[in-house]
Nanobody, 124 residues
């Protein structure tokens, strides 16, 4: 089971850190991804980190602003989001990817298990 937290309401330019705690799956065995789903739109991948934590990948819209990481001892993944923009407003989901490495382009079909979403709202 995955438990996401850390969402909230922030002004444009603000920061948030999302956390994703796993209670069953071992994060050092699978890649972990963050997705988001804006209102009325499809779910899209935001970032992915490999099982080893060595490799990371980001959507073009988040490069340079978001940082994915994980703490294997705590079995928790994080998404640090800086310089937030209104277009970042969405429900954010963490997910276990069915691989040790991140896919070239992470898609929902690659996901083995979803966490519940956490709402991020960025005001203009």
């Amino acid at each position: 089971q995955l438990q996401a937290s850390g969402g909230g309401l922030v002004p444009s330019g603000g920061s948030l850190r999302l956390s994703c705690a796993a209670s069953v799956v071992k994060m050092d065995l699978f890649a972990i991804a963050w997705f988001r789903q804006p209102p009325g739109k499809e779910r899209e991948a935001v970032s992915c980190i490999s099982s080893s934590g060595v490799s990371t990948d980001y959507a073009d819209s988040t490069k340079g602003r978001f940082t994915i990481s994980k703490d294997s001892d705590k079995n928790t993944a994080y998404l640090q989001m800086d310089d937030l923009k209104p277009d970042d407003t969405a429900t954010y989901y963490c997910a276990v990817v069915m691989a040790m490495k991140c896919p070239r382009r992470t898609e929902p079909i690659d996901v083995a298990s979803w966490g519940q979403g956490t709402q991020v709202t960025v005001s203009s």
